[in-house]
């Protein structure tokens, strides 16, 4: 009975979620600007407040060496397990400003969509899990016990959450790992996550002549290093899409054909994918679809270069050195020491004697595989059956959560990736935006999710 009057309270109650979801959105929490540290703060206190008003016990913010983590518990519910949520409250800037239709920080609905910066990534999901809580402690009591940890750092790499777990592990205790940051398929095609690739990433510096040089008058006789890095980036990957670097496919796991065939259901045509890109051709390791690429292969990527003159008009210059930031997505059996390792090895046979070279590794995560048949799993699996009437596919995702590695490490959890966020979304970018009716599908899904856990 508590079941059915839960999903009611929920569905009578879009109008007010909505106007809540927008307070937090206008709330300009970038955690990488230090002039927005008094906003991560305000952004802090309005969960606190909003999760004691929810009805959760214990609720804190708790200081860190960065930005706040909140943190909050509801343990009422005797023998039935204990999930613990996890959500971040913190949004990537806002450039370039020029290119949002509406400013980033003044939230609009526009036909089924909320257009705010946070909006999909992630306060949105965050606040469908509070609202599915909230829909089971205002009709009753909640089928499981929960934690929720909220944190302020996701944006710039969680540096202080994997200490903050391990210095909290017994508050943290739990038997199902509960991430609402994740995306689904489309709004027809409900989607759980059972692995993230992790990450490599690099600064790679080449350093030529000691001072930027007049190109006519030592053009030819001195190399120039930001040709010589756009060489040695150009050779990092061969015409077949693959990655030059020896032994980098040497752990590398081999799709199960089960899995091919599981990630060959989801509904995105080659078509779609290039329009939400906005490319005109997909592009990638031959031999494998265009999914397959996103989830289950590596990947080496540039993600900045800066080299001499960028300026408005003619300098003539050999420019002294150069800088490429590059970033390696990596599957299972991979790891951040080995690629880095292999990386090192390729500029020492790659790099010409003209120029010196420094590659340093700047963040790391390692990829994650889930159990598909795992209780919190399956329970998921059922959620979203019930919620949006088919059955999701499981999927491979390409990004990187850095708390799942600490989270598998430190509190051997079952972990559950649940959220509601589309692809295209445009998380990270000008007009990012979240589709509403998903929002209120999530909400059930994390209803029934619950309930389904408790049996």
């Not at 214990?58 to 909140?70: A, D």
Request: proline share 6%; hydrophobic share 40%.
């Amino acid at each position: 009975m508590q079941l059915d009057e839960a999903v009611s309270f929920a569905s009578q109650n879009h109008v007010r979620y909505l106007t809540e979801l927008k307070e937090l959105l206008a709330i300009q929490s970038i955690s990488t600007l230090t002039e927005n540290k008094p906003d991560m703060v305000r952004a802090a206190e309005w969960l606190s407040r909003h999760m004691s008003g929810i009805g959760l016990n214990h609720v804190e913010v708790i200081r860190t060496q960065g930005h706040p983590v909140i943190y909050g518990e509801w343990l009422e519910a005797g023998k039935k397990p204990t999930v613990l949520i996890y959500g971040h409250y913190d949004v990537q800037p806002v450039d370039p400003i020029s290119e949002w239709t509406s400013p980033p920080f003044d939230p609009v609905v526009r036909g089924d969509n909320i257009f705010a910066r946070g909006a999909s990534d992630m306060k949105g999901n965050a606040i469908a899990v509070m609202k599915s809580l909230e829909a089971w402690m205002k009709t009753g009591q909640l089928p499981v016990n929960v934690k929720v940890l909220l944190e302020g750092e996701e944006e710039i790499g969680s540096p202080h959450l994997e200490a903050f777990i391990e210095s909290n592990r017994e508050k943290l205790r739990c038997d199902v790992f509960l991430s609402a940051d994740a995306v689904t398929l489309s709004p027809d095609q409900p989607s759980l996550c059972y692995g993230l690739r992790g990450i490599a990433y690099f600064e790679l510096r080449v350093q030529g002549p000691d001072e930027d040089l007049h190109s006519g008058e030592f053009g030819g006789a001195v190399q120039n290093p930001a040709n010589v890095i756009c060489d040695l980036i150009a050779g990092m990957h061969d015409s077949d899409g693959r990655i030059t670097l020896s032994n980098f496919y040497e752990h590398v796991r081999t799709l199960p054909d089960d899995e091919r065939a599981e990630l060959a259901r989801a509904p995105v045509s080659d078509e779609e994918f290039r329009k939400t890109a906005g490319v005109r051709e997909t592009w990638g390791e031959k031999g494998f679809t265009t999914m397959e690429r996103l989830g289950a292969r590596p990947t080496l990527d540039v993600n900045g270069l800066s080299s001499g003159f960028t300026g408005e008009g003619i300098k003539t210059i050999i420019p002294a050195k150069a800088m490429a930031k590059v970033s390696m997505r990596l599957v299972p059996n991979q790891s951040p020491a080995l690629v880095l390792e292999e990386l090192r090895e390729y500029m020492r046979v790659k790099a010409p004697p003209t120029v010196n070279w420094d590659l340093k590794m700047i963040g790391s995560a390692s990829p994650m595989l889930l159990d598909r048949n795992a209780p919190g799993m399956r329970a998921a699996s059922s959620a979203l059956e019930v919620a949006f009437g088919k059955k999701p596919v499981f999927k491979l995702e390409g990004g990187t959560l850095p708390i799942t590695d600490a989270v598998k490490k430190k509190l051997g959890a079952d972990i559950v990736m649940m959220g509601f966020s589309m692809p295209n979304d445009n998380f990270h970018s000008p007009n990012e935006k979240y589709h509403l009716p998903s929002f209120y599908h999530g909400i059930e899904a994390y209803i029934h999710f619950f309930n389904v856990l408790s049996r």
